[in-house]
């Protein structure tokens, strides 16, 4: 069974960065890493899950409008590792963040990211 942990998260001021580390595990021949489309979401409290990024198998990747530009997501295929990188954080980017395949129904615990002063 194919299950992704995230890390990274943490308390933060507004303009600081963090990197979210995001490690998969569970993958096979049949079924690599390789061929995974990634998705990084984000839940802040009281609000609907919110898709932040994409990350396509060969490192192309797209973002939600309010994060482009300060946000970059990056992938290491051999070990099944996706990042997030982020920069210019603000109040507004406090939430839990989720990676795992785009199609998928189901996620892990997420990594809270906090942006206060």
């Known amino acids: 069974q194919v299950q992704f942990v995230e890390s990274g998260g943490g308390l933060v001021q507004p303009g600081g960065s963090l990197r979210l580390t995001c490690v998969g595990a569970?993958?096979?021949?049949?079924?690599?890493?390789?061929?995974?489309?990634m998705v990084w979401m984000r839940q802040a409290p009281g609000k609907a899950r919110e898709w932040v990024a994409t990350?396509?198998?060969?490192?192309?990747?797209i973002y939600t409008e309010s994060v482009r530009g300060r946000f970059t997501g990056s992938r290491d295929n051999a070990k099944a590792t996706v990042y997030l990188q982020m920069n210019s954080l603000k109040v507004e980017d406090t939430a839990v963040y989720y990676c795992?395949?785009?199609?998928?129904?189901?996620w892990g615990q997420g990594t809270q990211v906090t942006v206060s002063s």
């Open positions: 569970g993958f096979s021949d049949n079924d690599p890493f390789t061929e995974y489309i």
């Open positions: 990350i396509w198998p060969g490192g192309a990747t």
């Open positions: 795992h395949r785009f199609d998928s129904t189901t």
